[in-house]
């Protein structure tokens, strides 16, 4: 059983560029979501795709956006990056989506982002 | 909206000492809780769940709607308990909501 895989692990852009995370989900699971976890607090929803379409959004703008493909593997681009936008970037995959689920989340090691 | 609050960011303890760790939330509907676990240089993972009344590791969690609670228990703490402990609340279709995060140092 393959797990959760991220990339990149580290990277390190500038104000008002735009960046584009990956993840491949575990084998089996057709739900992928994806949380930011700043310094210090606990990860935060971002969206939610299932079967390649968002099922969900938390508190965030626009230029967060997503996609999720036919092997559900998914990515997670945020445009015009601020400095709060530094953070560790959580993909989580699971089965469920539309039917529900049992809430267990598998994660992955996250990509920590760099806004300077 | 929900929202999940753990007040103490570290906890100490001195090994076979009890360890609590609190967990109140916030939801209008009904809730699903969860504790999530991180051990160092691992990712995160499920520790427990309401629904299912287990215990895990010597962990229990019992949910008290009228308290609106969820705290973490285990009566006698082991080094390996050391970890960052999220507790969560799912608000459907497994999107969750974390709380800060309890950093639990055990004490040899």
């Known amino acids: 059983e393959t797990g959760v895989t991220q990339s990149p692990t580290h990277l390190i852009k500038t104000r008002g560029q735009q960046v584009t995370l990956r993840c491949s989900s575990q084998s089996g699971h057709n739900t992928v979501s994806w949380y930011q976890q700043a310094l210090g607090q606990g990860p935060q929803f971002i969206f939610q795709?299932?079967?390649?379409?968002?099922?969900g959004r938390g508190n965030f703008p626009p230029r967060f956006s997503g996609l999720q493909f036919p092997n559900y593997s998914s990515e997670l681009n945020v445009n015009a990056l601020e400095l709060d936008d530094s953070a560790l970037y959580l993909c989580?995959?699971?089965?469920?989506?539309?039917?529900?689920?049992?809430?267990?989340?598998?994660f992955g090691e996250g990509s920590r982002l760099t806004v300077l | 909206a929900q929202r999940v609050t753990q007040p103490e960011k570290l906890l100490s303890v001195f090994k076979g000492a009890p360890v609590e760790l609190k967990c109140n939330y916030s939801y209008s509907g009904s809730p699903e809780l969860f504790w999530y676990v991180q051990y160092s240089r691992q990712r995160l993972q499920l520790l427990l769940r309401?629904?299912s009344r287990e215990s895990i590791k010597g962990f229990t969690a019992d949910l008290n709607k009228g308290e609106t609670s969820f705290h973490l228990k285990k009566p006698f703490a082991q080094e390996e308990d050391s970890a960052m402990y999220y507790c969560a609340l799912s608000y459907g279709n497994n999107r969750l909501a974390f709380g800060k995060g309890n950093q639990v140092v055990v004490i040899p």
């Open positions: 795709y299932y079967r390649e379409e968002e099922n």
């Open positions: 989580a995959s699971s089965l469920g989506g539309t039917a529900g689920g049992t809430g267990e989340l598998f």
């Open positions: 309401h629904i």
